[in-house]
């Protein structure tokens, strides 16, 4: 399946998979097409059409030049079983995150990793003894927020945390039976939280009510440019909220399609990634502003 996308320009798009005989496509402005096949993906960040990252399976991190792919990093720690790197974000060039899961033996519980760039070396920033996995990390001043889970407790718990100098800062928790909707994503200056059928934003140490969203099929994630232009993912299709009203971008409820977690957003089109499990295909929407 398709993971991930991201681009620097509607001409200039990537989308990584997790396997198949095609792990890397390009979009040009015109078609979607297969770039190199590496390894296993589950993420893909970029800067410039020359400055792209894009990892995944056995912790292997690749960087892209404008010219080709290699393998720049890999995380790996002594007697290590397996390990993913789930997301990559960055505020420049030299100041990224790569955040991810692994394990130490075949039955051990999953554990988290925490990598930064700085422009010239990966290096670890800290990992978890206590059965976290990271899957999304975002960034905006000196904030660095993180997405974690527990899977290996009943029922699956769910964590918020910021990186302090040495450490991790838990912010909020919860498990699945108690929230529909667990996420958060960067929107122009602000981080944005979704817990249940609230975005809320974090202030003076506690999370505050943004917005509640009343539509029953709300409750996975958001993306946007800013308070007024944000993107929904319904459990049965798109949505968009405008600042004042929320409409529905397209609807699946009658097929077998998932929204993926992750979109690419420019200035007046956006590219959202879609699972047909029906049919065993990857779909990408791809919608333009009207004038």
Do not use: C
């Not at 190199?36 to 990892?55: K, L």
């Not at 918020?160 to 996420?183: M, P, R, V």
């Not at 956006?270 to 004038?291: A, K, P, Q, R, S």
């Amino acid at each position: 399946w398709l993971y991930d996308i991201w681009g620097s320009s509607p001409e200039d798009v990537w989308a990584v998979a997790s396997s198949g005989l095609h792990t890397l496509w390009h979009f040009d402005g015109e078609s979607w097409e297969p770039a190199q096949n590496i390894y296993s993906f589950e993420t893909v960040f970029g800067f410039s059409e020359a400055d792209v990252w894009a990892a995944g399976s056995d912790g292997r991190i690749y960087h892209f030049d404008g010219g080709s792919w290699k393998l720049n990093y890999t995380f790996n720690k002594p007697d290590m079983y397996s390990g993913s790197v789930m997301d990559i974000w960055g505020e420049s060039a030299s100041d990224v995150y790569a955040v991810g899961t692994f394990y130490m033996s075949n039955d051990s519980d999953a554990e988290g990793f925490i990598l930064h760039y700085n422009g010239k070396e990966w290096s670890e920033v800290l990992t978890t003894d206590f059965g976290i996995q990271f899957i999304r990390i975002r960034a905006i001043k000196n904030r660095v927020n993180l997405l974690g889970f527990n899977m290996d407790t009943y029922p699956d718990s769910m964590f918020f945390y910021e990186i302090g100098k040495n450490n991790l800062i838990e912010l909020y928790s919860t498990n699945a039976l108690q929230t529909n909707g667990f996420s958060f994503n960067r929107i122009g200056d602000e981080i944005y939280y979704v817990i249940g059928n609230t975005i809320n934003l974090y202030r003076n140490g506690e999370f505050k009510e943004w917005k509640l969203v009343n539509e029953p099929e709300f409750g996975y994630q958001i993306y946007g440019r800013n308070e007024k232009d944000i993107f929904m993912r319904m459990r049965n299709g798109l949505a968009h909220y405008n600042g004042d009203n929320i409409y529905y971008l397209f609807d699946i409820t009658s097929t077998l399609l998932t929204m993926s977690f992750n979109a690419m957003l420019f200035d007046e089109e956006v590219f959202f990634l879609v699972n047909d499990f029906n049919n065993g295909t990857n779909l990408i929407y791809h919608g333009t502003l009207e004038d």
